[in-house]
Nanobody
């Protein structure tokens, strides 16, 4: 059974940094699309960043240059390094996985497996 467990969220001031982690159980990351998605209060869930099994990454325009997605296959862990955080980055951040490599990694609807989410709050 696939299980994803996120950690690393918290409260920071604008300009600060956080690193989110997502540990995968039940499968190996190296054969999957992995992504970080976020949902702000009252808004739809959206893509923040994704990475495929070739290491190709995609980023939402709003986080480019500030967020970095990476994974460590030996630890079956996905990371999201977030720098220069802004109040508009506030939300619940979810880790997700997809094994169907025929589908684009960048599309949120292609992800069937989700973690429980971790809260990120950025104050001005």
């Amino acid at each position: 059974q696939v299980q994803l467990v996120e950690s690393g969220g918290g409260s920071v001031q604008a300009g600060g940094s956080l690193r989110l982690s997502c540990v995968a159980f039940g499968y190996t990351l190296e054969h999957a699309c992995m992504g970080w998605f976020r949902q702000a209060p009252g808004k739809e869930r959206e893509r923040a960043a994704t990475i495929d099994d070739y290491g190709n990454t995609t980023y939402a325009d709003s986080v480019k240059g500030r967020f970095t997605i990476s994974q460590l296959n030996a630890k079956n862990t996905l990371y999201l390094r977030m720098n220069s955080l802004k109040p508009e980055d506030t939300g619940i951040y979810y880790c997700a996985a997809s094994f169907d490599r025929r589908l684009p990694c960048s599309v949120i609807d292609n992800y069937p497996y989700w973690g429980q989410g971790t809260q990120v709050t950025v104050s001005s």
